[in-house]
């Protein structure tokens, strides 16, 4: 059987999300754990841009954008309903300013900026979460979703910088949210340690 082929790194968000949808959707996959030092030749080969995640379709297409993978795993089947009501808004904060502003707090000394500014600005975008989830346990609804999924790898990476003083922000909805979405067994799934890939490796599945 040839399965797609999955090009990933465990800690990228982008990567995560695309793995999300991946399981979701129950689409087997060949996954290919990648050396962000020591990237393999196929993958350059399939997406010169080097950039995790790529997949690579059985009939040789390739897809190297996180939100098209999603969108490709969920439209062919999509059996826990994540894809219908997709907040493209929020995920287009998430993927515009906010991540422009985690990478400015979380890398400060790569980017030589101000991170407590970079945090603050972050941490605005983040009350808009707040209130997205007020009536609702998750951005999707009584349910996680494509929306939960497209943006909480961020958030994760953002809560990380610094949880001591993540935990003391006024954001409770955001929090329970966090905790309950990295909580679920998918997500758990998603986060498998598997050893760096190398050709002639034989396949591992994800998840």
């Known amino acids: ?18 793995r999300l949808a991946l399981l979701a959707s129950e689409t087997p996959c060949a996954l290919r754990e990648v050396r962000l030092a020591a990237k393999p030749a196929a993958m350059l080969r399939a997406s010169p841009k080097g950039t995790v995640p790529v997949l690579v379709l059985p ?11 999603m969108d490709r795993a969920l ?23 906010f991540k422009h502003h985690l990478d400015r707090y979380k890398y ?31 951005l999707h609804g009584v349910q996680a979703g494509m929306t939960d999924a497209a943006i909480a790898p961020f958030v994760r990476q953002f809560a990380a910088t610094d949880p001591d003083w993540f935990a003391t922000c006024p954001l409770p909805r955001v929090q329970a949210w966090l905790g309950a979405f990295l909580a679920m067994p998918l ?7 598997v050893a760096p890939w190398r050709e002639g490796d034989a396949p591992v599945l994800l998840g």
Not at 1 to 18: G, N
Not at 59 to 69: F, P, Y
Not at 187 to 193: D, I, L
């Open 1 to 18: 059987m040839t399965w797609p082929v999955l090009y990933s790194f465990r800690r990228c968000p982008y990567a995560m999300r695309a």
């Open 59 to 69: 009939d040789g297409h390739v897809i190297a954008e996180s939100l098209e993978i």
């Open 75 to 97: 439209v062919r089947h999509d059996p826990l309903h994540w894809r219908p009501g997709t907040r493209r808004d929020l995920i287009a904060r998430n993927d515009g300013p």
């Open 108 to 138: 400060a000394t790569r980017y030589q900026s101000d991170a407590l500014h970079h945090r603050a600005e972050a941490l605005h975008i983040l009350h808009g979460l707040e209130a997205a989830l007020h009536s609702a346990p998750f």
């Open 187 to 193: 997500f758990t799934r998603g986060m498998e340690r």
